[in-house]
């Protein structure tokens, strides 16, 4: 099973600073099929990003993905209030798929 | 706008068997593929498993000898069953819808989740 690291597990900044969440796999992974996940205390996942770098249908462009191979990144440009929540990798497969442990940015 | 919404029991004994119902509304359950997905309290999320709507099925191998999930297109609602529960399998629940986005698949639409707590 390929297994998701994520790290820091927590980010503390402040607004308007950058924010890079690092995502790394234990094995290769396709970039086509590699996501991040955002989600906020008593709510269910959102999707931000897809295929490492495209972003969902309505998310802000001051979020970016980039990556291959085993290392991805998320990228928050400029921190607004309603970016601090915890962020989610994800990958799969044919047969599995797995998230990450999650990075919390928080407030600083 | 598409809808999901989980239902069924909030509280399962231990050794016994969690049912849990995914009810799709807004949208025809058929054509996509759906999911189950669940979040331990203050923990990550864990892929339980995946549904064609013609009942092909795709299983977190770590969990593929305990769980099953089935789909009942006419009632627009898929499900999932998990047998001998332990404390462990204490969590948020979440279904969710898995579509096809250019070269990926993505969830796209979730529930809002429900909690089952496994305990005497």
């Known amino acids: 099973e390929i297994v998701l690291t994520q790290s820091p597990d927590t980010l503390s900044l402040s607004p308007g600073e950058r924010a890079t969440l690092s995502c790394r796999a234990s094995q290769s992974v396709s970039s086509n099929y590699f996501d991040w996940y955002q989600q906020k205390p008593g709510q269910a996942p959102r999707l931000l990003i897809y295929g490492t770098s495209n972003r969902a249908t309505g998310i802000p462009d001051r979020f970016s993905g980039s990556g291959s191979g085993t290392d991805f990144a998320l990228t928050i440009s400029s921190l607004e209030p309603e970016d601090f929540a915890v962020y989610y990798c994800e990958r799969y497969d044919s047969s599995s798929l797995t998230f990450g442990g999650g990075t919390k940015v928080e407030i600083k | 706008q598409l809808q999901l919404q989980e239902s069924g029991p909030g509280l399962v004994k231990p050794s016994e068997t969690l049912s849990l119902t995914c009810t799709v509304s807004g949208a025809s359950i058929s054509t996509y593929y759906w999911g189950w997905i669940r979040q331990p309290p203050g923990k990550g999320l864990e892929w339980i498993g995946s549904i064609y709507y013609t009942g092909s099925t795709y299983y977190n191998p770590s969990l593929k000898s305990r769980i099953t999930i089935s789909v009942d297109t006419s009632k627009n609602q898929f499900s999932l069953k998990m047998n001998s529960v332990t404390a462990a399998d204490t969590a948020v629940y979440y279904c969710?819808?898995?579509?096809?986005?250019?070269?990926?698949?993505?969830?796209?639409?979730w529930g809002q989740g429900t909690l089952v707590t496994v305990s005497s």
């Open positions: 969710a819808r898995r579509r096809q986005a250019s070269s990926s698949w993505v969830f796209d639409y």
